[in-house]
């Protein structure tokens, strides 16, 4: 095995990977096997900060009928959910977790504070950011971007459905392409898949490298931390 490179991640995890073959709502087998190598990352003395999103419970782009900011809130809402069930599947194998919101719903989680979720990481707790950025019309991988450059995360792990980043869906066309590595400025003029342009820009402008990765085995999350090559690197020139 080889050596951990990282001190302190951001592990960023898509709603739909929390719903499992499913599609929708939340898979509990998954939530609990990716607590269990996020238990490991923490028993190597790793720190974890995770995001998770909400698509697998609620988009704001479809809320059809619905105003936009409307709809971004439901979908933030959605975010907390996830953040909830992560937790509680964290808590369950011993790992002590927080959970902070953009937004205020101290009944549930604390609020965001940035210095107190480091104080939460130095202390081996894991922290997961709940509600996006707090904004409407933003992601949950800008919110991925905004929280890692804030809590000096050395990297982003982009745990996808996909084992990395292709050229084409690799689901629809079977000759699409892997790439194992690419520069920001290359998926921002491909357009690729990988992140929304407004946090790959923000990873950019703050030299944070992405690991792109697939959820399929929740292991990958080690193996990715231990330096082995899977999935996409995406990072400076
Ligand atoms: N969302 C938002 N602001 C944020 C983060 C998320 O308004 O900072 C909302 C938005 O409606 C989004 C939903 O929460 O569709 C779920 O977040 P996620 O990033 O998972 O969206 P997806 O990429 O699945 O649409």
Do not use: W
């Not at 971004?72 to 975010?79: I, Q, S, Y």
């Not at 980043?165 to 690419?182: E, G, M, R, S, W």
């Not at 950019?204 to 959820?215: A, E, K, Q, T």
């Not at 399929?216 to 330096?227: F, Q």
């Amino acid at each position: 095995m080889q050596s951990a490179q990282y001190k302190r991640v951001l592990l960023k995890l898509s709603g739909e990977a929390l719903a499992g073959e499913k599609g929708v709502g939340i898979d509990n087998t998954v939530v609990s096997n990716i607590a269990k190598s996020v238990k490991t990352l923490t028993e190597r003395g790793i720190q974890v900060a995770i995001v998770v999103g909400g698509g697998n419970i609620f988009r704001g782009r479809s809320g059809e009928g619905m105003d936009r900011t409307t709809a971004d809130h439901m979908g933030m809402l959605a975010t907390v959910i996830n953040s909830l069930a992560m937790r509680s599947a964290l808590e369950n194998i011993g790992v002590d977790t927080r959970v902070q919101t953009a937004i205020e719903m101290q009944a549930m989680a604390e609020v965001y504070i940035r210095l107190r979720a480091m104080r939460h990481l130095e202390k081996g707790r894991v922290v997961i950011f709940g509600a996006g950025t707090g904004n409407p019309y933003f992601s949950t991988d800008t919110a991925a971007a905004l929280r890692a450059a804030e809590i000096d995360a050395e990297v982003i792990l982009l745990a996808k459905k996909v084992d990395g980043v292709y050229d084409d869906d690799p689901i629809t066309n079977p000759n699409a392409k892997k790439f194992d590595h690419l520069t920001y400025i290359d998926v921002l003029q491909k357009n690729l898949k990988v992140m929304d342009s407004t946090a790959t820009s923000l990873c950019m402008d703050n030299n944070i490298p992405i690991r792109v990765f697939s959820l399929e085995d929740p292991e990958n999350i080690i193996r990715v931390v231990d330096g082995e090559k899977i999935g996409t690197i995406v990072e400076g020139e």
